[in-house]
Each structure stands twice: as C-alpha cells, then as structure tokens.
C-alpha cells in the first residue's frame, strides 16, 4: 500500500458560536423535561386511581413506579415527534448546523485530504464493495474525487472470505483505475472490533488525512453529501463528530419492507426532534458520518473497563462513548438532519434483528458503568447512555410490570381480601379494578406511541412528500399496516430484549436457538427461536382464563404475538411477499418512487459481480496462475525455523489430503505465506489425475493454464 499525502490544515475562524446554541439546548431540555415531568405525573395519578387498593400494598406501588419509567419514556418519544413536526413546519430547525450558514457559501469552502473507512468483517464481498463503488463513483461525480481515499479495512478470519475480498478489491481498482486511491487491509490480529479495526487505521495513517467518514458495510453516502460533511467541518472547527441520519433502503423481505418504509416517512420528523434537542452534544452512531481524526486521536482512545463480569474489558459499543470523550474535551457532537443521501440496510428478518440487538444489548448495558462512574461527561452525554440503555432495559421493566399485574389480579381473586389495607383507616375498603378509567389510560398511551406516526403522515403531506410513498391512501394504509406489525413485534421483542438484559447482567449466555443467516426465516429455526417465548404466553393466556375471563382477555394483546410468533416471524421473513407489496405501490420509499443513482449502481455491480474462477476462493488462490501471482504478492514471507517447519508439513497435508483435510487456522496460515502459495501451485499442477488435485483440473483447465 502507498503512501498518501499530508492533509491540509482546516480553515480558522469557526462561523458558529458555541455559547449560542447552548442557551437554545438548556432551554428545549428544561422545556421538554417539565412537559414530561406533567404528562407522566397525570398519567401516574390517573393509573393509582385505576389499581384496586390505589396504590395501598407493595404490589400496586410497584407497578405504579414501572408505569412511571415506562411512561416517562414514552412521553419523550412523543415529545420529540412533536418537536421535530414543529421544526419542519417552519422549514427546518435555525439551529441546526446547516442553518447557520447559506449554501453559496458552503459550496465556496475548499476541501481537505479525507479518509473513507470502509470496516467489514465476514460480510457480503459483493454487497459491501458494490457499495464501496458506488459512493467512490458518487463522489467522483461531484468532480471532488482528488479530495478522498478509501480504505477497506477488514477483520475477516475466514480465508475463503478474505482472500475474495482482496481479489474483488484488485478487480475494483482495475475497473474504476484507482490503484491510488482505494486500499486494502487485512488485520492479522483482532483486537477489540471495530473500534479496534479503526484504530488500526489511525496508527498507521491517521496523521495524513484532516477527517474520516466511516461507513458499514451496508452504507451508502452520496457524493454531494460527503462533499458537504466536509465542508461543514471546514467551517466549524469546534465540531469533532458529524453524524447523518441514515435512512434504511433496498429492503426485500417483508420485515425489512415495513422496517424501511417507517425509517422514511418517521425517520426525518424523529431526527429533527432528537436533533433539536441535543444540538452540539448528540450521538455518534458508529457509522454514516465525519470524524475529526486528531482530537479523535487525542481523546477518544478507549480503556477496558476496569470492573467485574459485564463492566469488564473492551468496549462493545464504542460510538456513544466516543461522542461523550469528544464533547469531554471540548468539542461539538452534531446530528445534522438536513444531510440527505445516506443509506443503512435493515436485517432481512426478525430472527436476525434479534440477534443483532443480542450484541448491542450487552454493549448498552456496559454504558451504566460510564454514565455514573464516567468522568467530566456532560450530562447530555449521560443521557444519550440513558436512551440507548432504556432502548433495551424498557422491555424488562414492561415484562416486570405484567408479572406485578399477574400477581394483582391474582391476589384479587384467590387470596382473602384486605379491606382494610391501612390500619389507621376508620372506613372498609372495597377493591375493584376500574375497567373504564384502565381504557382510558390504555388508548391514551396508544395515543402517545402513535401519534407522532401520524404527525409524519401530515408531515409528509405538508411537505409535498406523499407521492414519494405511493400516494396519500397507499401511504395511510402502509401506515395502518405498519402499526399493525409493530403492535404484533413489541411482545417478541420485549421478552427477547429481556432475556438479553438478564445475560448482559449477568454476564451469562442462554442459547435459545441457531442462527439464520438467509434472508428468509425457515420455520425450525422460527420455532426453536421463539418456543420458549410461545410456551409462556400460551400457559399465561390459559392460566388468567381460569382465573378471570377479563384478564384473559387483557392479556391477549401481548400473549397472541408471542404465541404466533413462528409464523408472524416466517410471514414477514418472505421475500415473495414483500415484493408482491411493492409491485402494488404499497410500504415504497422515495428511491423505489423516483429512483436512485446510488442504489442503480449498487444493483449493477451486485449484477455482474464475478471471480474469474471455478473454484471456491481459496483453492483458486492455489489453482488459478492468475489469482496465486496476486495472492502471492499479497502475502508475506514467514520467518522462523518452528514456523516454516510447521508450514511444510502443512503444505505437504494438503497436497497429499486436500483442502478439506485443513482448519481454517490451517488454512490461513498458508493463504499468509508466499512461499507456501507458490509451493502448493506448483505442485497441485504436477499432481496426477487420480489425486485430489488432479480431479479438480480436468484436461481442458490443464490446457487453459498453458495458455495463461
């Protein structure tokens, strides 16, 4: 890999002024807690009064102070809908970062050496480098394209992954003529993930380049929008993060349908809201976004915890961590809605969601540690720990109130009855549940979730974005639709979120099911991933039947989901499905309206995306005189007599075996080593036909290899 040249340094004279829009934060965040503060007071009072003994024995207090979180959490949820609905219907928020400066003038700003970090990990060779394409293409469009490198920066242990990833990177450069411009690196040591993979970068090329945009490895960024996070960095130097609000796309089954169509029409009323909010100390979501790379180096480094079990070694979620050490020292942490262009993809189904929020439940958790033992964090910073913790510790705070609700109603109806539950009172109590008053609070607390849905509905109208999703009826019903699989998703994911905050916690693993890695959810593995969920719901639903058919039928909002959950999770697993919706106009997005550049290149590289070579990738960097010649340049010679003495005998196992004889460990260590690629290469072309290399050449190969 070559060198690159030194970044330029950024322009002074930073045109936003720190002190000004922190007045206009302390007083949105003082505004929002007292709206909160009322509305879950209310909501509280209303619930004691709904409870049969009013909040008079053990069980109702705590069901009345779960009820209290719980609310409180969704009141803010509502409360930023609202904010954000408020800022777009006067055309955006005039604090925002991109308000505070008029576009002639961002487009004037020169830009600085910027580093594009593509970090992957045993994903999809051809999704994660189709992308790559198309934003180097996107920016090259914007006749910017000298400005960036783009470093592909991988992690991948599994040979047959990481040798095609590095000959569809040769392949790539070739095709797009940036030899000097896109870079590989493969780390031969894990350390902890990605931060730990970007570190790896900033080591060793940090210091030549101003920013660094990370992405995923299913992002996608325009050109324009890059362009312009430069821009605003050059503008604002007190500015170390600047994170975009990715929206979600090329969704196929329909699961990720729904996901994508309520991350489009909710996402831009969400954002503001939440943007409005936080201003210069938001949260950095790890990807789809600008870094100042040397405070970043200075400040952000991350220690391993210094505690026991889950408060105990690297950091797992690293990227509101390393907002809060960059606002620690001194620097603005920007979420900037008004930066259209950028992409995420939604998992294919539940099964993988859930997955996925296994890793990131535990890595929220470990934020309790910093958010009260953290030092000097601001204290928005500690509440951005707090909202991604809720976002998983809600769930057993909910199953905890159902269990306390159980036992309520319970207690109600088996044990004797307590008339007088406070010895002091002179007068008997009757308890009974207020049937009336509990609807009351339950459709009010629909009302709080869903509203802001249907504030993004007027949003959209307002905005003359309605045409984008199909239309104002198609729309609407995609609206319905999507509630209704969200209110059959909410059960699933609250008792699955609560098994992950107990193994977080306690630092243990229960493994409840195998791991789908289609895009189409099969039902044993539906089944062995939600029957334990579907055996609780079901004996719960019988048990308040014959307890009290009134609680059974309390129950079935939350207990149906959970017992159809296999089938919910393989219906909304199907991709037939989700495509059948789209060809009717039904869950589009503005990209599946009006098209995209982007996504158009994406599908054309996916399209044509080949290896020339019949063999899987680590048997063609042996077989193939092309691909071993690159492989070859790519490795490295080993030193060390124990070693090349264990590389022989590895060489002489799978000549003599064949590739399947070998580990993957075994199988790495010769992929690494040039002399045991150019060996093996030899040698495999000598072997006889009866062999097992001689069987996979057949003649007309043998004759192909001569010509080449």
Known sequence: ?????????????????????????????????????????????????????????????????????????????????????????????????????DAATLQQTPLTKTAILLPIYHESVERSLGGLKAVYQSVERTGQLEHFDFFILSDSRNPDIWLEEQVAWKNLCKELNA????????????????????GDFLRRWGANYEYMIVLDADSLMGGDTLVNMVQLMQRNEQVGILQTSPSLLNGRSLFARVQQFGSQLYGPLFTTGLASIQLGEAAFWGHNAILRIKPFMTWCGLRKLPGRGLFSGPVMSHDFVEAAYMGRAGYEVWLEPGLGESYEESPPSLVDELMRDRRWTKGNMQHLWLMFRGSRIRLAHRAAFLNGIMSYLASPLWLGFLILSTIATTSLVLWPINY?????????????????????????????????????????????????????????????????????????????????????????TLRWAGQNRTDETGWWSAFTSHAPGMVLALSWSLFALWLQPMFFYWSLPVALPLIFAAPISVLLSKVQ??????????????E?????????????????????????????????????????????????????????ALREKCLEEGADALTTVEKNRLAKDANSLRWLHEQAWRSPPESYWGRLLNPRRRARRTAL
């Open 179 to 198: 030899e000097q411009r896109i870079f590989y690196r493969r780390r031969t040591l894990n350390l902890n993930y990605k931060s730990g993979n970007v």
């Open 1 to 101: 890999m070559s060198s690159v040249e030194s970044a330029s340094p950024a322009m002074e004279a930073p045109v936003f002024s720190k002190r000004s829009w922190q007045g206009i934060a302390s007083l949105r965040r003082w505004l929002l807690l007292f709206l909160v503060i009322v509305q879950t007071s209310i909501a509280t009072w209303f619930m004691k009064s709904v409870l049969p003994y009013y909040g008079g024995n053990a069980v109702e207090i705590g069901m009345l102070c779960l009820f209290a979180i719980l609310f409180s959490w969704i009141s803010v949820g509502f409360w930023i809908g609202v904010f954000g609905f408020f800022y777009r219907c006067r055309g955006g928020d005039p604090a925002s970062l991109m308000r505070q400066i």
């Open 420 to 508: 007088f539950p406070d010895p002091h009172q002179l007068f008997p109590l009757w308890p009974e549940w207020d049937p009336q008053k509990a609807l009351i609070l339950i459709l009010t607390t629909f009302g709080l979730l869903f509203a802001p849905k249907f504030l993004a509905i007027a949003d959209a109208m307002i905005q003359g974005r309605s045409k984008q999703f199909g239309g104002k009826l198609k729309m609407l019903g995609s609206v319905l639709f999507e509630i209704v699989v969200s209110a059959l998703l909410a059960p699933i994911r609250m008792l699955s979120h609560s098994r992950y905050v107990l193994e977080a916690l306690f630092n243990f």
């Open 577 to 590: 499905t989700g495509q059948k919706l789209r060809r009717k106009g039904w869950l589009l997005t503005p």
């Open 592 to 648: 599946e309206r009006s098209g995209s550049v982007l996504v158009d290149d994406l599908e054309e590289f996916q399209e044509h995306y080949h290896i020339d070579s019949d063999w899987p990738p680590f048997i063609a960097s042996i077989l193939n005189p092309k691909i071993n010649r690159f492989q070859i340049a790519m490795a490295r010679d080993t030193k060390g007599e124990a070693r090349l003495a264990n590389l022989k």
